[in-house]
Structure formats: structure tokens, C-alpha cells
Nanobody, 127 residues
Framework: VQLQAYGGGLVQIGDSLRLSCVAS????????MGWFRQAPGKEREFVAL????????????YYIDSVKGRFTISRVDAKNTVYLQMNSLKPEDTAVYYC?????????????????WGQGTQVTVSS
């Protein structure tokens, strides 16, 4: 699976952005899809995930506490695309955002359990 992330940019506090992650090579319907981010000088951290489509908990989402109520992850398997809608952006959201795909049915917030990674897209929130 090849992943390509789009949609980053420079915005002001309180603005919104929507990141897209387009997959190719294989359908993502059987993958847990996640977004991670890495701020300057910090380790990469989990942001959000959405469960894969083939199980009872299909579409269930999970978020890091700092983005709950502001970010929304969604997927359109027919387009092989995952989105991260980011509202009410704050300077601490500034980071490179990566999308990732995890095979298997168990969701995870652990970076090394993801099998495929996109190249990252920069989000900068200016004050």
C-alpha cells in the first residue's frame, strides 16, 4: 500500500484544515487507518484512527485527548481515502502529519504496529 498525504499548510489560530490520505496499490477497506504527527524536537505521536470496515466495530474512531472535539477522522473506502478534518487549530497542533495503515483487525495507537506510512504533510498554525 502506498499512501500520499495532502492538505497541509500555514493557517491562523482557530482556522480549519482538512488533510487527505490517498492510498494506492491495495484497497484500504481492510486496514485500520491512522494519523500521527511529529512536532519539531518531539517524537511522533498518535493523533487519530478509524477502524477498518469489515468488522462489527467498523468506523469506530479514537483520538488523542488534545484533539478530541476538534479533529474528526473519516474514511471513504470507495475513494481509498482517509481524511482528518482539523478545526479550531492551535499553535501546538503545528507538526508534520503522517497517515498510516495497519493490517489486521486490532486497532492500535502504537506507531510501530502500523505497516505502511505516507510521506507527511506540514501543518503550521501561526499566532
Amino acid at each position: 500500500v502506498q499512501l500520499q498525504a495532502y492538505g497541509g499548510g500555514l493557517v491562523q489560530i482557530g482556522d480549519s484544515l482538512r488533510l487527505s490520505c490517498v492510498a494506492s496499490g491495495r484497497t484500504i477497506s481492510n486496514y485500520v487507518m491512522g494519523w500521527f504527527r511529529q512536532a519539531p524536537g518531539k517524537e511522533r505521536e498518535f493523533v487519530a484512527l478509524i477502524n477498518w470496515s469489515g468488522i462489527r466495530s467498523a468506523g469506530r474512531t479514537y483520538y488523542i485527548d488534545s484533539v478530541k472535539g476538534r479533529f474528526t477522522i473519516s474514511r471513504v473506502d470507495a475513494k481509498n481515502t482517509v481524511y482528518l478534518q482539523m478545526n479550531s487549530l492551535k499553535p501546538e497542533d503545528t507538526a508534520v502529519y503522517y497517515c498510516a495503515a495497519k493490517s489486521g483487525t486490532a486497532y492500535s495507537t502504537i506507531e510501530h504496529e502500523y505497516d505502511y506510512w505516507g510521506q507527511g504533510t506540514q501543518v503550521t498554525v501561526s499566532s
